[in-house]
């Protein structure tokens, strides 16, 4: 790995980090490695949700998940962390701590759990990775696609109705029966289990870990990002057999506003489900609510900030990257600008409140800086942006072919890394301008590793030049 460049923060980048952190946690920029194992859709294995550029595997695909846990791939994963410094493919974190918006920052979540080792050991050794955990003390199931809603912001891996809606077929379940056995093994070791979906409480596997983790360890604490639409006597069971930390994925308090973002929703449904759901407030781990802050509800943000503060539970603010559109990147200088004054104003009405969670203020204060340095970012690029001649241009996308495929390789086999390359090389060769093959690069560029190779598996180069031309041809 030593080709590779690990991102790293200046002082002043993580003294505004670790301000938010408890000091004995500040050693490591992220404990994720050491902590934390990541189960992805399609059988991918890693240490967090976010990085799945550094993959220790595929379940049932050679060792066995606790063989991967301590192998030297993971180890020289652990190498690349230190106090200031994070592995390649952490570029999320990485960007939200250059934004300032460290209070949305995942890699906060892993500094919760018992530090694997003595504050008073924080040696050489263990920031070089040369501490092998024999247990993680986090899962992390993202196993399953199943879900009731088609979320604009959302996308056919993710959602089995998106799948259906695109005229799709089902995902290919990657996890077996045996997997279930599997994780049992490990569950006495568990502190934390965290689930995503899809809707967490429609996946069948999920169901039969909640059942298992009651059964093995009842003192593991799950998380669970569902959109609260799923109520039903065996959810409520699995809620009350266990502690259970509940994060309610909600845009708007406005039912326009909540329907237009999540396709298929009931604006009215969700409303009753929350109110039982602060009626056991006090029996769960914690509850929150979770928005992906985007140009549609932007505006509507105080209103769910309001909300949670009116009933003391924590709101999360979800940094949207993809589909673009739906990025506050996306947004007019001047519409965002109009957002930032909007928040300005509120922020002063918070500040001046007694009831509430003050950490809440705090968040919504991240989602504040963050918007200021989008603004700062687009004027700098307004000043530095050139065209790229048709020379760069080729080289750029030399380029970009070249670290996607190694990226599928890592994440599959060469023949599919090379069936991926050849179908791309066919798509941009086929674009008939020079401005399709730019927006081509940055596109490509940026895709979720994940649905690059779910699209490339399933469809071939000529259906996604068709997509393609459809979407960004202004012709």
């Known amino acids: 790995m030593s080709s590779r460049k690990p991102h790293t923060f200046s002082k002043k980048e993580m003294a505004k980090y670790n301000a938010s952190r408890d000091p004995q946690h500040r050693h490591l920029s992220c404990h994720a490695p050491w902590r934390s194992l990541y189960f992805g859709i399609q059988g991918s294995i890693s240490m967090c949700c976010y990085n799945q550029k550094d993959l220790l595997g595929y379940y049932g695909q050679g060792p066995s998940i606790l063989d991967l846990w301590r192998g030297e791939k993971a180890q020289s994963i652990r190498r690349e962390f230190n106090n200031r410094q994070m592995a390649e493919g952490c570029s999320r974190c990485a960007q939200l701590i250059k934004q300032n918006n460290v209070e949305g920052l995942l890699a906060k979540k892993y500094d919760s759990a018992n530090s694997p080792v003595p504050s008073s050991w924080i040696p050489k050794w263990y920031a070089k990775g040369n501490l092998k955990p024999d247990y993680p003390e986090v899962l992390e199931f993202e196993t399953g696609n199943r879900c009731n809603l088609a979320c604009v912001m959302c996308n056919e891996a993710c959602s089995s ?71 039903n006597g065996r959810v409520r069971s699995i809620i009350a057999g266990h502690p259970m930390n509940l994060s309610i994925s909600m845009d708007a308090f406005s039912k326009e506003v909540y329907e237009k973002i999540r396709i298929n929703g009931d604006y009215e449904a969700l409303r009753k489900n929350i109110d039982y759901f602060l009626s056991i407030k006090e029996e769960l781990d914690d509850l929150s609510i979770t928005a992906c802050v985007m140009p549609t509800n932007a505006m509507d943000i105080i209103h769910l900030v309001s909300f949670c503060q009116e009933h003391s539970i924590n709101v999360f603010f979800n940094t949207v990257f993809e589909p673009r559109e739906h990025s506050l990147q996306s947004m007019k200088k001047d519409d965002l600008a109009k957002v930032l004054h909007h928040y300005e104003d509120y922020q002063k009405v918070l500040e001046h409140e007694d009831t509430g969670l003050s950490i809440n203020k705090r968040r919504f204060n991240g989602l504040i800086e963050q918007i200021r340095i989008l603004l700062e970012e687009e004027d700098d690029a307004k000043h530095a942006q050139t065209p790229l001649s048709d020379k760069e241009l080729f080289r750029a996308w030399k380029q970009t072919l070249s670290t996607r495929s190694a990226e599928i390789q890592a994440a599959t086999s060469p023949s599919v890394a090379k069936e991926a390359s050849v179908a791309l090389q066919k798509v941009f060769d086929a674009l008939p301008n020079y401005n399709l093959k730019k927006t081509f690069v940055h596109e490509i560029g940026r895709a979720p590793l994940k649905t690059l190779i779910t699209r490339l598996s399933e469809d071939d180069w000529k259906t996604l030049h068709h997509e393609f031309i459809a979407r960004f041809d202004e012709n």
């Open 161 to 231: 109705t998106i799948r259906s809606n695109m005229g799709l077929p089902p995902m290919k379940e990657a996890y077996d029966d045996a997997f279930i056995q599997e994780i049992k093994t490990i569950l006495p070791h568990i502190k934390s289990a965290h689930f995503f979906g899809g809707e967490p409480f429609l996946i069948r596997h999920y169901l039969e870990i909640w059942e298992a983790i009651i059964a093995i360890n009842s003192n593991i604490v799950s998380h669970v990002s569902t959109n609260g639409t799923i109520l």
